[in-house]
Structures are given as structure tokens and as C-alpha cells.
């Protein structure tokens, strides 16, 4: 069963940079028929998509934040990163990284989810 | 970017009940090619990630039980519980995928009356 597990900080300054890495295990992360996104939530409202990673490297960004977005893939880790940059509160939400089931320029449903994690944007 | 707008914001329906969500998109996110739908629901419990229903916009995904269906009509999908349980409470999301960005709806918060 896949499985996904979001892991890093869960308080950052504001101004600096969030950064996330999400765990894959009980399947394989280099293969070419998924794209690995991240996906957010801030309390309370809906779900935000971020970007999303291939096997080979390629991206695609949400344009609302693609000036401040990164995101990798270490395919040896099994893991996909995400960096944040220059945070506000505005960024504080739940993360989600998430499998899409498709290898079609990232135009998928998302089929595994992590359980997500809280980051807080404070001083 | 295409604009998912669901409704109602929130229903409260009787167990055993029909509940239905609706969810419009701003524009077709039907793809002439293959002639398919690119619309996702999900479901969210408290404290849980969303879970994925339907893609396709009606294909069911494996272990979704049947009292939940998908429909569409033109740019308006419907996601309908035939048969309200207790289980079902939670808030529903749609998402196209047709282009990116990729694009939630606001959310649908099913509770029981």
C-alpha cells in the first residue's frame, strides 16, 4: 500500500523559508506514471493546489505563488521536497503531498494523500 | 485559471436521505479528444485528508461505496448520496484538472438534520 508522510518544520519566521519533504514508501517514486504534488489548507477553508513534480525532473506551479515555489525530487530518498519562500501568516496551513495518476502535465485527481502537516507562520 | 464554484456552502439531510452537492466549473473541462470529464470529488473528514471518490467526473474510485454516484451536466457536476449514514458526514470538494493551475471548489459541508 502507498503510503506518504509529510515531514519538517512546523513553525517558521516570518519572511523566511518553509520547507517541506514528503516520504514515499510502499511503492516507486521514479516512475512515469505519477506526478508527486503538494497541495495546502489553511484552518478551516479549502485546498490549494501548489505545484507538482515528474520523475524527470519537470514542474508545474500554481502562478499565485510560482515566483516563491520550489519543488525537487530525490528519486535515491524516495522523497519530493517543497521550499516556500519569503512566508507571511497568509501561508500558514496544512500541507498535503499527494500522487496523481497520470503522466499527463500534471492534469490529474490526486489518488494518495499524506496525513498533512500543520505549519505555522509566526515570530 | 478555471473558478469551481460548489453549492450549497453547507445541507443538513435525514439519515437515509439524499443528499446532493453541486459544483459548477467556469468553463468546459471536457476534453474533445477522449471526450472525458476532467472532474474530481473528494471527500474530507476532521483532522483527515481528502479522499478521492469519483474522477472522470463519474468513474467511482475502487472500495466507494454505490450509494455515492457522480453526474454532469454540461459545465454543472452533481455528487449525490443516495442514502445518507453517519459515516458520509464530512465536506466535499471538486476539482478540475482540465488545465493547471489545478482548482478546488470552496466545498460542500454535508451534516446530518
Known amino acids: 500500500q502507498l503510503q506518504l508522510q509529510e515531514s519538517g518544520p512546523r513553525l517558521v519566521k516570518p519572511s523566511e523559508t518553509l520547507s517541506l519533504t514528503c516520504t514515499v514508501s510502499?511503492?516507486?517514486?521514479?516512475?512515469?506514471?505519477?506526478?508527486w504534488g503538494w497541495v495546502r489548507q489553511p484552518p478551516g477553508k479549502g485546498l490549494e493546489w501548489i505545484g507538482s513534480?515528474?520523475?524527470?525532473?519537470?514542474?508545474y506551479y500554481n502562478p499565485s505563488l510560482k515566483s516563491r515555489v520550489t519543488i525537487s525530487l530525490d528519486t535515491s530518498k524516495k522523497q519530493f521536497s517543497l521550499k516556500l519562500s519569503s512566508v507571511t501568516a497568509a501561508d500558514t496551513a496544512v500541507y498535503y503531498c499527494?500522487?496523481?495518476?497520470?503522466?499527463?502535465?500534471?492534469?490529474?485527481?490526486?489518488?494518495?494523500w499524506g496525513q498533512g502537516t500543520l505549519v505555522t507562520v509566526s515570530s | 485559471d478555471i473558478v469551481m464554484t460548489q453549492s450549497p456552502d453547507s445541507l443538513a439531510v435525514s439519515l437515509g436521505e439524499r443528499a446532493t452537492v453541486n459544483c459548477k466549473s467556469s468553463q468546459s473541462v471536457l476534453y474533445s479528444s477522449n471526450n472525458k470529464n476532467y472532474l474530481a470529488w473528494y471527500q474530507q473528514k476532521p483532522g483527515q485528508p481528502p479522499k478521492l471518490l469519483f474522477y472522470?467526473?463519474?468513474t467511482r474510485e475502487s472500495g466507494v461505496p454505490d450509494r455515492f454516484s457522480g453526474s454532469v451536466s454540461g459545465t454543472d457536476f452533481t455528487l449525490t448520496i443516495s442514502s445518507l449514514q453517519a459515516e458520509d458526514v464530512a465536506v466535499y470538494y471538486c476539482q478540475q484538472y482540465y488545465s493547471t493551475p489545478l482548482t478546488f471548489g470552496g466545498g460542500t459541508k454535508v451534516e446530518i438534520k
Open positions: 499527494a500522487r496523481q495518476r497520470s503522466n499527463m502535465a500534471a492534469r490529474s485527481e490526486f489518488d494518495y
Open positions: 510502499g511503492g516507486s517514486i521514479n516512475s512515469n506514471s505519477y506526478y
Open positions: 472522470w467526473a463519474s
Open positions: 513534480i515528474y520523475y524527470s525532473g519537470t514542474t
